[in-house]
């Protein structure tokens, strides 16, 4: 049996993935049938930005290949967050976007509650953080953790994208992000590097808005719920009040935001 090697994870520490030699096991969540014919449908379409999927072991946990690379973890380091690499996440997004056009799932068992509520023609990854992505030389090579995919329309990933990697927020209150990071000037980044009609500048703005408020409507139910991990990482993350801030950065850079995702 080769040696099983914790991994630092999301929010569950109590049952995190473990990489054994060149495969990692993860815990399926309970969309892993729909996740299974995804990655399986990646495979077959040729996407090479994403885990394989290998089958289940004995313990029902899904086996996937180890992605070798540095994956980021807060406070973001500065070769996570050049616009090179930006740049290469919105062209990996747009990739994933279009091998999941042709995607006919048998099953339909997605994980719903953080993703599009209006739903989509493409799958989403909806969990675009760079503590999910893959990087080799400082450049981004793949995506993992696919277990909150969804249908959803595509501009729902890039605002989460957007969100976490501009990041969009008030910068006196930025503490895992570099602090010299333009997040408006990245938006653009971003968008153009996704491919973004100049058209539908506007209309990304409008959903990173929208995923703000389904995400934090989400996280008061959790709480609400007695959610521990939740109630733990909401405090971190600063809350109630550094949510606001944030919302009301980005409404006050509602038009910039615009002219920058226009390019
Ligand atoms: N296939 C892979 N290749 C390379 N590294 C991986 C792979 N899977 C996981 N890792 C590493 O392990 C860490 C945790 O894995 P992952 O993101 O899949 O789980 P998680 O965030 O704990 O899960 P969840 O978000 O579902 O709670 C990742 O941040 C990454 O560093
Ligand atoms: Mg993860």
Redesign the pocket.
């Known amino acids: 049996m080769t040696h099983e090697q914790p991994?630092?994870?999301?929010?569950?520490a109590r049952r995190?993935?473990v990489r054994t030699g060149d495969t990692?096991r993860?815990p399926a969540?309970s969309s892993r049938l729909a996740v299974r014919d995804l990655l399986l449908h990646l495979e077959s379409v040729g996407f090479d930005g994403a885990?394989r999927f290998l089958g289940t072991d004995d313990q029902s946990r899904e086996v996937?290949?180890?992605?070798d690379?540095d994956?980021p973890r807060p406070p973001y380091p500065g070769w996570a967050m050049t616009d090179r690499a930006l740049a290469d996440l919105g062209g990996l997004v747009r990739r994933l976007h279009e091998a999941t056009a042709t995607f006919r799932g048998t099953t339909a068992d997605w994980s719903t509650e953080w993703s599009d509520p209006v739903g989509g023609s493409v799958i989403c990854h909806n969990?675009l953080y760079p503590?999910?992505v893959?990087f080799r030389e400082g450049r981004v090579v793949a995506l993992?953790?696919f277990?909150m995919a969804a249908p959803g329309r595509p501009l729902w990933d890039l605002a989460i994208a957007a969100e976490t990697w501009g990041p969009l927020g008030d910068p006196d209150r930025r503490d895992q992000h570099p602090l010299n990071l333009d997040g408006v000037a990245r938006f653009g980044v971003l968008a153009r590097a996704y491919g973004l009609e100049p058209e539908r500048a506007e209309e990304l703005v409008d959903v990173v808005i929208q995923e703000r408020a389904h995400a934090t409507a989400n996280i008061r139910a959790e709480i609400a719920g007695g959610n521990a991990s939740w109630i733990r990482h909401w405090a971190d993350a600063g809350g109630d009040e550094r949510a606001a801030a944030d919302d009301a950065w980005i409404a006050r850079h509602r038009a910039a935001l615009i002219r920058s995702a226009r390019g």
């Not at 996937?64 to 992605?67: D, K, N, Q, V």
């Open positions: 991994l630092v994870g999301g929010m569950d995190p993935p990692v993860r969540g885990p996937l290949t180890w992605i690379g994956v969990d503590e999910n893959v993992i953790d277990a």
